[in-house]
C-alpha cells in the first residue's frame, strides 16, 4: 500500500520560509516522479513542482526562484523549500505520485501566509 503523508505546513509572515516535507511508504520514492500541488478556498488545485526519478525539477511560474523541491533517497522523501513566502501562496499543500498507473495523494498540510 503506497502511503504519502506531509508535514511542515504552519503560519508564517509574509517573507518567511518554511519546509514542506513529503514521507513515502510502500513505494521507492526515487523510482517515481513526486510532485507538490496546493489548493485554495474557492479555487481548482493547481500544480507547484515536480522531481522526476532522474532528479530533473520543474517549477511553476507563480514560485519560480522562491521554491525548491528536492529529495533525500535515504529517508524517501521529498522536500519543498519555500521562502520569500507570500499571502497568495496560502494553501493546502498537497504531495502526488503515481505508481504502477495508480495516482496517491497525501492528506495535505495547511500552509498560511500572514501578519
Known amino acids: 500500500q503506497v502511503q504519502l503523508r506531509e508535514s511542515g505546513g504552519g503560519l508564517v509572515q509574509p517573507g518567511g520560509s518554511l519546509r514542506l516535507s513529503c514521507a513515502a511508504s510502500?513505494?521507492?520514492?526515487?523510482?517515481?516522479?513526486v510532485a507538490w500541488y496546493r489548493q485554495s478556498p474557492g479555487k481548482e488545485r493547481e500544480w507547484v513542482a515536480t522531481i522526476v526519478s532522474g532528479g530533473a525539477f520543474a517549477y511553476a511560474d507563480s514560485v519560480k526562484g522562491r521554491f525548491a523541491i528536492s529529495r533525500d533517497n535515504a529517508e524517501n522523501t521529498v522536500y519543498l523549500q519555500m521562502n520569500s513566502l507570500k499571502p497568495e501562496d496560502t494553501a493546502v499543500y498537497y504531495c502526488h505520485t503515481t505508481v504502477r498507473g495508480a495516482n496517491y495523494w497525501g492528506q495535505g498540510t495547511q500552509v498560511t501566509v500572514s501578519w
Open positions: 510502500g513505494t521507492v520514492i526515487s523510482t517515481n516522479f
